[in-house]
């Protein structure tokens, strides 16, 4: 007798590439397609409207690509281990089959299943589609830890197989003599709900910038291997203006969701490569974006703390000032500093911003700015973020905030320079900020520092129409730097671990020469109580828990001993530089160098784009890294930059 079968559509919400599906009808004589709204989806509920649209809208797109296969998608409300022994019983089910979900919570939640499944007699067969990678096999071949550098990760990959090919597109052939019980009231018993059913008040709610579905992700992909100009060398466009805006040809929600294989993108990849160079092997770097993608779930999935700070293995314990009152401003662009306000306001509106404004406004929250958690940062990513990934998106803030991963923490991400220098015009600022939408270029960025005029021609004064910066961004960031510098040199201490590589040194005042200016001074409008604030209990103090354990590769353990520490001593800035949120500058005739860590840390700073972190580059290159990623290095901020800002304003 051909067996009943139910398909449990999780994240891989595609007919294309879809083992597990395939499984479901291969011999059957029914399948059940089956979505269920529940607590786990996404790994929480904090989620946002915009990402509740574009989950019933990929929905939606996969009931119609069903019916054109004479099958339905049924949405079940409730959680599986309450629903799934009735519909056994109810449909007659002997097979169930899903994807695999490599993150802790889904593994736990699939294990019930199977249980529930073996005990009503129905056969499991699960299978991986939304990695590149079996997972346990990169742990397995790193002796059964994850790795923890993105160059170990890459070394071990290069051992194994390359991925699987894409199995065949569901299609009446494969479906064969399959077919799906409908009932005359599937509609109101199974149907995708509207926003509204799930209690979202839509009203005034724009238009998706991003349409969910598979159907939206297979066009996108098209377009985005039509990008002649970038295939064509296979290089990362330079960041400008345009970059900021979500494209149409933007891929990372629909890889989230699993409207888009992983590997029919790789392998479309790697055909469009071989064509255009005849048929030379694409390098590692070419897959980037789905390979940080694959890193981050790597190291997350035997984790079920890795979106914790307490507990986690991997995650240094840091301890970040709890300031509800400042998170709530971050999180609602009511920051002052227009750069930032704008990326969080296009981020509310429209669930996306690029991966270098996601840079920005995470190191404005963690180590640069505001010394807040970077879970509190996740957290809202995870409520409005489209792309927002269990591990990916935990893991990258992490790293952003020098959690894990990542320890150059004496890289500062400038709240006015940064955006200056991709969008000198301030268009992105004026599109998502409208209020300051009358400042010149010239203030656009920096509106504080504007003279009363100009504020009442732009129509907006500041402090009344458009917040005070919130804080001193020179004064804080650097005094975060010393409290990152001191963190780490405790783990030095305590862990043995060579971590400090071309860490700016201390000066005569015991302070590193970071606290250039005097506690009571204050940037015009800036409360004094946001600063951050260094004392004797915020420093780590390895205690053995645990949580501040850093696991190196052996190979990679040759330690910064070799690399030579230079000295900075730093000055109080100018007003009009402290003004702008310079970091100060050193004497031009001292050399200074910025040298790379030789453990190789994992620095995904342009997704999509891998670099070779082996050896430590020249000076040329290092501005150039610098110029695009919008990072500034304490110890070499150049002076010309600062120079010409000081007369812009004079």
Known sequence: MAPNSIHWFRKGLRLHDNPALQEAVRGAGTVRCVYFLDPWFAGSSNVGVNRWRFLLQCLEDLDASLRKLNSRLFVIRGQPANVFPRLFKEWKISRLTFEYDSEPFGKERD??????????????????SHTLYDLDKIIELNGGQPPLTYKRFQTLISRLDPPEMPVETMSDTLMGRCVTPVCEDHGEKYGVPSLEELGFDIEGLPSAVWPG??????????????RKAWVANFERPRMNANSLLASPTGLSPYLRFGCLSCRLFYFKLTDLYRKVKK???????????????????????NNPRFDKMEGNPICVRIP??????????????????????????????????HHLARHAVACFLTRGDLWISWEEGMKVFEELLLDADWSVNAGSWMWLSCSSFFQQFFHCYCPVGFGRRTDPNGDFIRRYLPVLRGFPAKYIYDPWNAPESVQ????????????????????????????????????????????????????????GGMMAYSPGEQQPGTSSSHLPVVSGSSVATGNGSGS????????EQSGPSSVRQQQQRTQPLPQQQQQHGYHSVPDANQTITSSRLYHEFAVPQHPGLLHNRGSITGKRERESEREESGEEDLASCSVHKIQRQTAETT
């Not at 579905?213 to 039509?226: K, N, Q, S, V, W």
């Not at 709530?328 to 996306?352: N, S, V, Y």
Request: neutral net charge; charged residues 20%.
């Open 213 to 226: 579905g598979e159907t939206e992700a297979l066009t996108r992909i098209e377009r985005h291997l039509e």
């Open 456 to 511: 009442a021609a732009a129509k907006c004064i500041i402090g009344v129409h458009y917040p005070k910066p919130m804080v001193h961004h020179a004064e804080a960031s650097r005094l975060n730097i010393e409290r990152m510098k001191q963190i780490y040199q405790q783990l030095s201490r305590y862990r043995g671990l060579g971590l400090l590589a071309s860490v700016p040194s201390t000066n005569g005042n015991g302070n």
């Open 279 to 301: 048929n030379s092997s694409p390098p590692l770097s070419l897959y980037g974006q789905l390979l940080w993608r694959e890193f981050f779930y790597t190291a997350a999935t």
């Open 548 to 555: 501040i354990l850093l696991n190196f590769d052996s190979e």
């Open 320 to 353: 970040w000032d709890k300031n509800p009152e400042a998170l709530a401003k971050w999180a609602e662009a009511k920051t002052g500093f227009p750069w930032i306000d704008a990326i969080m306001t296009q981020l509310r509106q429209e669930g996306w911003i």
């Open 111 to 128: 294990a019930a299943i199977k249980k529930l499944a073996m005990e009503a007699g129905v056969e499991v067969n699960v299978k991986i």
